[in-house]
């Protein structure tokens, strides 16, 4: 008996996890299919389009005055650092017993831009 309530625990177990794989899929052929809907646009017809609607632009991306990126010292248009702290955490529950978490926090963070033009046909 207890090898039968193993076995279908295990199989549906087994259908949860193919579920959701079935469901990544198919999120992810979506995002596809919409990339490949959107016509490649002209950068100077970009600013005539409604705010909101997927574009693409195809082209060289040109920056006057570049940023140094904060870590690697690297020339970039863009860049995101930020500092992460992450820790455990070990708290009591209602029976007494140890339970500990992972927890983590953003202590700092710098997000920067310049100013760029797309050069196209």
């Known amino acids: 008996m207890l090898f039968i309530l193993i076995f279908a625990g295990f199989g549906i177990l087994m259908w949860v996890a193919a579920g959701a794989l079935f469901y990544a899929r198919r999120t992810q052929l979506r995002k596809t299919d919409l990339m490949r809907r959107v016509e490649t646009s002209q950068a100077a017809e970009v600013a005539a389009l409604s705010a909101g609607m997927p574009v693409e632009v195809k082209g060289f991306v040109r920056c006057e005055e570049p940023l140094k990126s904060e870590m690697a010292g690297h020339e970039c248009a863009y860049y995101l650092s930020q500092v992460i702290r992450e820790y455990h955490e070990t708290d009591r529950d209602a029976d007494g017993d140890l339970q500990t978490s992972r927890r ?15 050069e196209d046909d």
Not at 104 to 118: G, Y
């Open 104 to 118: 983590s926090e953003v202590m700092a963070s710098n997000e920067r831009f310049a100013p760029v033009v797309v």
